[in-house]
């Protein structure tokens, strides 16, 4: 195995900017607003502007190029072993809605990709969750099961089409894979031909809850919408408490072309090792002429800020090349999601007293048909609070039977009560031990490429030394909630092991939940805004609704 390029980045990304779609200037007003223009955004707006619904769609940086750019685009109802934990926390009846909706998010997708006119390279393929040691066979053998009980066409399997012997696997045929910024791009077009507003670079830091609802935005510009919809992966406001409730980890993934021959056929999952997943997908054909698939692999799950990415990188390559011998991989790159404390995503009201604002979040590594699903309920939810029962492809009743399961004001004490407290307690020891006198690292310490958080008088400082040995110093306290920021070595990137916000060397937002930069310091002895321990202040009309 060689690695051309490891780090050329997502190649999802590699497909078209896409047209500009510049930031607001003064005031904006919509039936809807959609704050995330990622694969649940973008299809929540899609559906609303079909219903006839004015729709504003609100970007921070470029459309489909956050999470959902750096996804592995998979479009399955089989979420690994789901089915065995929805139906002990939620029952039989919710385990099987959970199936029903995801299916019908992969059926919408082909629905629209037909009626559009989509090249997406949308492909039929079965979907495994697979044991290759044994360690999980137990578990393999209860969810085939409990997906076959939740209505899923899932058997139980020994043969799989890798080039390596597994001890057991649950296969759903008919399950599909996508292009997911081809699809998504295609879908910005037909919204804008239906007159919705697209805005990029319009990061949102303020909302007031009203009738209508205001939006206040970075560069000072106002949206006002009856109904806001916050599609930000990680919530922007915290109004229902889900930040003790989702808990962020990232993924690794490497990919490079393979042999049209050596293609394995299916999309693949096994839990054991860190997590591997295995797909294709189209690729261009070798210097003589012979067809390629485009081999996609991922795992070495991680919390953000937990260091070693080099080495997990390391790893998951090592693995890829054992298994698929002679790949040359060529593209490499990290995906970020949110595990939701009972395993089902929160998909409804932003909070227990909420009448016009709406969240989707917590898809746990399964995005795209959870997205989708979101958009579809979203729509279904706001367009049936206004008398017309839905309207948004099957019949609205029919959508609306999966609002109880993804409430995110639904309360399950007994089976989240371990995760909250876990994450709670993580959470609050990096809080509290950030504060307390600890080992820093020191400037002379820091190779080029590297990074790490040194005192500098009072304040904490995240240095970073870049190819060239310039220093690029910035405020080390996440602009959130205040935890010490870490440095990823492989991405170059701050991160925050609280919940998962992520900034540039320079400060920039990279990922939320944080809207402000931090600081930046002229030099290392000099911040340019005080480091005292506490949290920047929280996005200004958010304290109350």
Known sequence: MSTESPDSGSYWMEYGAGAAHPPPSGRVEADVAVIGAGIAGISTAWELARAGRSVVLLEAGRIASGVTGHTTAKLSALHGLAYQRVRKSRGADAAARYARSQSDAIGRV??????????????????????????????????????????????????????????????VEDQAQFHPRKYLLALVADLRRQGASVFEGARVTGLHEGDPCRLTLAGG???????????????????????????????????????????????????????????????????????????????????????GVEERYA???????????????????????NEPSDGVPFVGRLHPGARHTWVATGFNGWGMSGGVMAGRLLAARITAKEGDGGGTGVSGQDVLSWADLYDPVRLSPRHEAPSVLSTSATVAAHFVGDRLPHRTGSVEDIAPGGGAVVRDGKRHLAVHRDDTGALHAVAARCTHMGCLVRFNDAERTWECPCHGSRFGVDGEVLQGPAVHPLARASRVGQADAEDTGRAAPAPEPDASP
């Open 315 to 337: 790893r998951l390559e090592r693995w890829t090349a054992e298994r698929f011998p002679g790949v040359r991989l060529t593209h490499r790159w990290a995906a970020q999601d």
């Open 221 to 307: 510009s106002v949206v006002r919408a009856r109904e806001v919809v916050v599609a930000t992966h990680y919530p922007l406001f915290d109004r229902s408490l889900l930040f003790a409730r989702l808990t962020p980890h990232r993924e690794l993934v490497v990919a490079g072309p393979i042999p049209a021959a050596q293609d394995p056929h299916g999309m693949y999952l096994t839990p054991e090792g860190s997590t591997r997943s295995v797909r294709t997908a189209p690729y261009d054909d070798d210097e003589d002429g012979g067809s390629r698939r485009l081999l996609i692999v991922t795992g070495e799950k991680f919390t953000p800020g937990a260091g």
């Open 110 to 171: 082909a629905q629209v990709c037909e009626e559009l006119g989509i090249d997406c390279d949308f492909e039929r393929v079965a979907a495994y969750s697979y044991s290759e040691t044994g360690e999980q066979g137990r578990a393999v053998v209860a969810e085939a099961e409990a997906a076959r009980a939740a209505g899923l066409p899932a058997t139980y399997v020994t043969e799989t089409g890798l080039p390596f012997p597994v001890a057991g696997a649950v296969r």
